[in-house]
């Protein structure tokens, strides 16, 4: 059985430079995987096409974390990362998320998941506006020395 606590160990001792919660998120995905196949174990990530099949259901960039996390496990339990066919398959279907994420980000589109994120216009004008008033009651402007507030909301 692979524990989480197995999983830190063995990517901490390959990646010792990489950041806990990076760490952290790569075991979460993997313990995900493990729990989506009912598996004990990751030894199912050789089969990449039933991998392939489950995750193409999920948004192209939580794919591509996914497949970072198999890639990152692999990599640390291999003695030849650099030639694991397994490995160059993962990467290679990664890579082509990437490219799409790039693609997609250097139109300038937003997306409808990144629109929900965004703020009206009409909520932004009223703020600027807001802050307009506060800063000609406070009178900033004409302040010589502005204190961090004032500094804040100028």
């Known amino acids: 059985m692979t524990s989480k606590e197995n999983l830190i160990e063995t990517i901490k001792k390959s990646r010792p430079n990489v950041k806990e919660t990076t760490i952290k998120m790569y075991v979460s995905n993997l313990m995900k995987l493990m729990k989506l196949f009912d598996k004990e174990d990751l030894k199912f ?7 392939k099949d489950k995750l193409s259901q999920l948004h192209y960039t939580t794919q591509r974390n996914y497949y970072n996390s198999i890639i990152v496990y692999l990599m640390s339990i291999t003695d030849k990362p650099n030639e694991d066919k397994t490995i160059k398959e993962y990467n290679s279907i990664r890579d082509d998320l990437n490219k799409k994420y790039e693609e997609e980000q250097a139109t300038g589109t937003i997306s409808d998941k990144q629109k929900e994120n965004f703020v009206d216009i009409s909520e932004v004008n009223k703020m600027i506006e807001k802050m307009g008033e506060e800063i000609k009651e406070r009178k900033i402007k004409k302040k010589e020395d502005l204190t961090a507030k004032d500094k804040a909301l100028l």
Do not use: A, N, S
């Not at 990530?45 to 991998?51: H, M």
């Open 45 to 51: 990530l050789k089969d990449i096409d039933k991998i």
